[in-house]
């Protein structure tokens, strides 16, 4: 069964940092791109950031470029995102995301309050 599962999430202050990790299993992880999104309260689920099957490639939303930075490991089948200079916009659930096959993590809370 293919399953993303996203840890990390949690509240911090704004300015602060967190590491969201994204561990996949059943595919053929180093064979496809992966992405993550959020979407906030009464928001559409929005790109966050993209990052190609070898991480070669990596593209971000003009919002979070700059603070925001995708890697992966593909021997562990993990991707991450290091969040940096959280602002309480940056507050969403995170989903990871494989945008070619359309699989999906369940998402992790992230909260950026004083």
């Known amino acids: 069964q293919v399953q993303l599962v996203e840890s990390g999430g949690g509240l911090v202050q704004p300015g602060g940092s967190l590491r969201l990790s994204c561990a996949a299993s059943?595919?053929?992880?180093?064979?496809?791109?992966m992405s993550w999104y959020r979407q906030a309260p009464g928001k559409e689920r929005q790109l966050v950031a993209f990052i190609s099957s070898a991480g070669g490639t990596k593209n971000y939303a003009g919002s979070v470029k700059g603070r925001f930075t995708i890697s992966r490991d593909n021997a562990k089948n993990t991707v991450y995102l290091q969040m940096d200079s959280l602002k309480p916009e940056d507050t969403a659930v995170y989903y990871c995301?494989?945008?070619?096959?359309?699989?999906w993590g369940q998402g992790t809370q992230v909260t950026v309050s004083s």
């Open positions: 995301n494989a945008p070619s096959p359309g699989y």
């Open positions: 059943g595919f053929t992880f180093s064979s496809y791109a």
